[in-house]
Structures are given as C-alpha cells and as structure tokens.
C-alpha cells in the first residue's frame, strides 16, 4: 500500500470519528475552522481538476495533438 492510500485513509478513519463525535454531543472541530479547511480543500482540489483535465503542460497538448490526429477529441 502507498503513502498516499494510506494517508487518504487515516483522514477518512478521522473525518469518522470527528462526525461521530458531533453526532454525540461533542465539538470537537470548531465550526469556523471547518468552513475554512471545507473552503481552502475546495479550491485546491478545483484548482487541481482544472489543471489535470485541460491540455496546459508540453505533454497535454502532445496528447491532444495526438488525439486530434485519430479523430478521437
């Protein structure tokens, strides 16, 4: 297993017991502090889809070229 699975699961492990936690009673992230975390995650990830789903590097606009050629874009 990766780092990168294994990272992606611990956070899943504690977004469970964060929701958990709530669900009982207890707060223990507090409300402004998650919107901001919800908010800045957010942008990175739009940011981060929007580069991986456009041809902007050398190797995408080889790739676009290529599926252009065939008729596949």
Same mark, same amino acid.
């Given at each position: 297993?990766?780092? &990168?699975?294994? @990272?992606?699961?611990?956070? %899943?492990?504690?977004?469970?017991? *964060?929701?958990? /936690?709530?669900?009982? +009673?207890?707060?223990?992230?507090?409300?402004?502090?998650?919107?901001?975390?919800? &908010?800045?995650? @957010?942008?990175?990830?739009? %940011?981060?889809?929007?580069?991986? *789903?456009?041809? /902007?590097?050398?190797? +995408?606009?080889?790739?676009?070229?290529?599926?252009?050629?065939?008729?596949?874009?």
């Amino acid at each position: 297993m990766d780092k &990168a699975s294994i @990272s992606r699961y611990i956070l %899943l492990v504690i977004a469970v017991i *964060n929701s958990v /936690l709530n669900l009982v +009673g207890y707060q223990t992230i507090d409300e402004g502090l998650a919107n901001n975390i919800v &908010a800045v995650v @957010s942008g990175l990830f739009i %940011l981060y889809c929007g580069w991986k *789903n456009n041809y /902007l590097t050398s190797k +995408g606009k080889a790739q676009k070229e290529l599926l252009q050629q065939n008729d596949l874009h």
